[in-house]
């Protein structure tokens, strides 16, 4: 069964509006991390934003927010303002284990294309 | 602080070749991963150091994949006889710490070609 899914193959958004890209994952683990990074076409990951498991609040860093949906178990990346330099792959991480060790497993990922 | 370093950034090569890939990671983080990563997927996890010990290899195909972290501080992966499939971006991240909040830092990665 797919940990963590990601059903966008590619989204389109007008530059300056917000966009959502759709992340759902499974884990019976009570402690877990979301994460979201973005892969350019130049190919580095970068590391966008940080959700725990035991957050009670949504992650904002900047133009990004987390929309956290512990019960349906959803991850949602809110990016508002899209700028061009947004268009890029996204990714959608878990990272769950124990004091044995903490393994991070990455969805298929979704294209953003941002329209000027 | 310096990044993850990896090298070389392409190689290419002939099936039934071998290749070997060096990382670095950023000083301070225990924890070491190589992805693979197939064009137009996830990048999915090979190998973890957590210092020099191996915590998960599951996913590593042990008949011609091999990797170590000698010292607990750069790795290797090498490749021993190639595969055409074995074509993809080999990513090498580090972390700080090991548990469930700590980002991932990559490096640039290893464009493999296999012909």
């Known amino acids: 069964a797919q940990k963590i899914t990601q059903t966008q193959p590619g989204m389109f958004v007008q530059e300056k509006e917000a966009v959502t890209l759709d992340c759902t994952y499974d884990t019976s683990d009570p402690s877990y991390g979301l994460f979201w990074y973005k892969q350019p076409s130049s190919g580095e990951m970068i590391f966008l934003i940080y959700?725990?498991?035991?957050?009670?609040q949504n992650a904002t860093e900047g133009r990004y927010s987390l929309n956290f949906q512990k019960a349906r178990k959803s991850a949602n990346l809110v990016i508002s303002a899209s700028q061009l330099g947004d268009s890029a792959m996204y990714f959608c991480?878990?990272?769950?284990?124990?004091?044995?060790?903490?393994?991070?497993?990455f969805g298929a990922g979704t294209r953003l294309f941002v329209k000027a | 602080e310096a990044g993850v370093a990896q090298s070389p950034r392409y190689k290419i090569i002939e099936k039934r070749q071998s290749v070997a890939f060096w990382c670095n990671p950023i000083?301070?983080?225990?924890?070491l991963y190589w992805y693979q990563q197939i064009l137009g997927q996830g990048p999915k996890l090979l190998i973890q150091?957590?210092?020099?010990?191996?915590?998960?290899d599951s996913q590593l195909p042990k008949d011609r994949f091999s990797a170590e972290r000698l010292k607990g501080v750069d790795s290797t992966l090498k490749i021993q006889p190639a595969k055409l499939e074995d074509s993809a971006v080999y990513l090498c991240?580090?972390?700080?710490?090991?548990?469930?909040?700590?980002?991932?830092?990559f490096g640039n990665g290893t464009r493999l070609t296999v012909t």
């Open positions: 000083s301070g983080h225990a924890t």
């Open positions: 150091f957590q210092n020099n010990g191996v915590v998960d």
């Open positions: 991480a878990m990272r769950e284990g124990n004091t044995g060790g903490f393994k991070t497993i």
């Open positions: 959700q725990g498991s035991y957050d009670q």
């Open positions: 991240a580090s972390s700080l710490e090991p548990g469930a909040g700590s980002p991932l830092h």
